[in-house]
């Protein structure tokens, strides 16, 4: 098993950015497919970014491709989004989760078995 605790979240005027970290803890990190999904009150969870493992193959979301940056280290078990150019459309809760592998780099939340608490984003207009 893994734990997953996100970070970084907060509230920034449009057009910022922010850093978003996930720390896990409880197993083999580096075996692990992570993730970061989003939700507001009311819509489904979407997924935002995937990695692999070693990191070599990421997945984005088509409307995030060009504004987010999703990478890991192994040697500090953390997972990382890079959130440039923030809109408001942006607003929601950040997860991250991962599943171990072998594994899929999805953007679908089914595919994923551990999750975070979240951490709440803000971009104000």
């Known amino acids: 098993q893994v734990q997953l605790v996100e970070s970084g979240g907060g509230s920034v005027q449009a057009g910022g950015s922010l850093r978003l970290s996930c720390a896990a803890s409880?197993?083999?990190?580096?075996?692990?497919?992570l993730g970061w999904f989003r939700q507001t009150p009311g819509k489904a969870r979407e997924g935002v970014a995937a990695?692999?493992?070693?990191?070599?193959?990421?997945n984005y979301a088509d409307s995030m491709e060009d504004r987010f940056t999703i990478s890991r280290d192994n040697a500090k078990n953390t997972l990382y989004l890079q959130m440039n150019s923030l809109k408001a459309e942006d607003t929601a809760m950040y997860y991250c989760?991962?599943?171990?592998?072998?594994?899929?780099?999805?953007?679908?939340?089914?595919?994923?078995?551990?999750w975070g608490q979240g951490t709440q984003v803000t971009v104000s207009s």
């Open positions: 989760a991962a599943r171990e592998a072998p594994c899929v780099v999805s953007l679908a939340d089914s595919r994923y078995n551990f």
């Open positions: 409880g197993s083999t990190y580096s075996r692990y497919c």
């Open positions: 990695i692999s493992p070693g990191g070599s193959r990421t």
